[in-house]
């Protein structure tokens, strides 16, 4: 069974410029996340998604930063106008999530951004 | 605020020993902790986890310690490989509402095994 796909791996912008990731979760799995990790840290939540529908997206800097998910499936996350601080590699994972119980998450390999 | 945090951030054994990475952390109302292994250019992979209720679990080589009275968590990797460099970390499950769980990851551990 194939994993979490992401794409691009790897983008370089200047800023100022938008950018934009994008997420294919496990087949069936009906929640999806964004995390962005700075280099040394963990991963910070930035959304998550339940079926089609953002359920926690305090940390989303809504500013710049936008996500959807429609039909429930793929994600995209995309930032617009990108900061110098935006540079960080940006993750997505997908869990099966069944009524009174956590599935695991599972991540993709994640889009390392670099803004110049 | 709430925080989950290592003591050590770059541990270096050498091939075959074991190695134990810890784990301090302040929210006492997790339900899980969890380990993550991250190799380079990889996203987290869930290595093991222990409920809040219990104090040790093992799994394939690994075994996870839980001290809830001094809010510690540590994780021993036997006979430690090549395969095992990779940056560890410690990440608290927590609940929201309903079935929302809320993870929070500690800073890491960078293990290095020397052959």
């Known amino acids: 069974e194939a994993g979490v796909v992401q794409s691009p791996r790897y983008k370089i912008i200047e800023k100022k410029q938008p950018v934009a990731f994008w997420c294919n979760p496990i087949?069936?799995?009906?929640?999806l996340y964004w995390y962005r990790q700075n280099l040394g840290q963990g991963p910070e939540l930035l959304i998550r998604?339940?079926?089609?529908?953002?359920?926690?997206d305090s940390q989303l800097p809504k500013d710049r930063f936008s996500a959807e998910r429609l039909k429930g499936v793929d994600s995209t996350l995309k930032i617009q106008p990108a900061e110098l601080g935006d540079s960080a590699v940006y993750l997505c994972?997908?869990?099966?999530?069944?009524?009174?119980?956590?599935?695991?998450?599972?991540f993709g390999p994640g889009t390392r951004l670099t803004v110049t | 605020g709430e925080s989950v945090g290592l003591h050590l951030p770059t541990l270096s054994v050498q091939e075959g020993d074991n190695s134990i990475i810890n784990c301090a952390y302040s929210?006492?109302?997790?339900?899980?902790f969890i380990w993550y292994k991250q190799e380079s250019g990889k996203g987290p992979q869930f290595i093991i986890d222990?409920?809040?209720?219990?104090d040790k679990r093992q799994g394939q080589r690994v075994t996870v310690l839980l001290n809830k009275t001094v809010k510690h968590l540590s994780l021993q990797i036997a006979a430690t490989q090549p395969g095992d460099s990779a940056v560890y970390f410690c990440?608290?499950?927590?609940?929201?509402?309903?079935?929302?769980?809320?993870?929070?990851f500690g800073k890491g551990t960078l293990l290095t095994v020397n052959p």
């Open positions: 994972a997908s869990s099966l999530i069944r009524k009174g119980a956590g599935g695991e998450q599972y």
């Open positions: 087949s069936g799995h009906n929640t």
């Open positions: 998604y339940e079926n089609e529908e953002a359920v926690d």
């Open positions: 929210n006492s109302a997790s339900d899980y």
């Open positions: 222990i409920r809040s209720n219990m």
């Open positions: 990440a608290e499950k927590t609940r929201g509402g309903g079935s929302n769980y809320k993870l929070t």
